[in-house]
């Protein structure tokens, strides 16, 4: 089971932390990513990092405002989100992928688990 946390109300230029703890499973030898979907909007990929490196991949809306870890220990991923735009607004999601090794997948459809979503919202 994964359950993110996290979410808020931020101005524009704002930041969160949002987390994803896993319980029941190690995520360990997992690739994680977050997801986003705003109304009306499909869902899209935002972060991922694999469990070998571990490697980072980046959608271009966020690449160089977001940052993704992991601490195995914790058995938690992370989503640093920076510089925040009322774009950014959604539910996000996190999500493992068994296959993610060395790759990161951007398609929900590599993801086997998906956490229940935190919604954040950025005013402008």
């Known amino acids: 089971q994964l359950q993110a946390s996290g979410g808020g109300l931020v101005q524009a230029g704002g930041s969160l932390r949002l987390s994803c703890a896993a319980s029941g499973r190690s995520i360990s030898t997992y690739g994680m990513g977050w997801f986003r979907q705003a109304p009306g909007k499909e869902r899209e990929f935002v972060a991922g990092?694999?469990?070998?490196?571990?490697?980072?991949y980046y959608a271009d809306s966020v690449k160089g405002r977001f940052i993704i870890s992991r601490d195995n220990a914790k058995n938690t991923v992370y989503l640093q989100m920076n510089s925040l735009k009322p774009e950014d607004t959604a539910v996000y999601y996190c999500a493992a992928d068994r296959q993610g090794y060395t790759r990161v997948h951007t398609t929900t459809n590599s993801y086997e688990y998906w956490g229940q979503g935190t919604q954040v919202t950025v005013s402008s």
């Open positions: 990092i694999t469990w070998s490196g571990p490697s980072t």
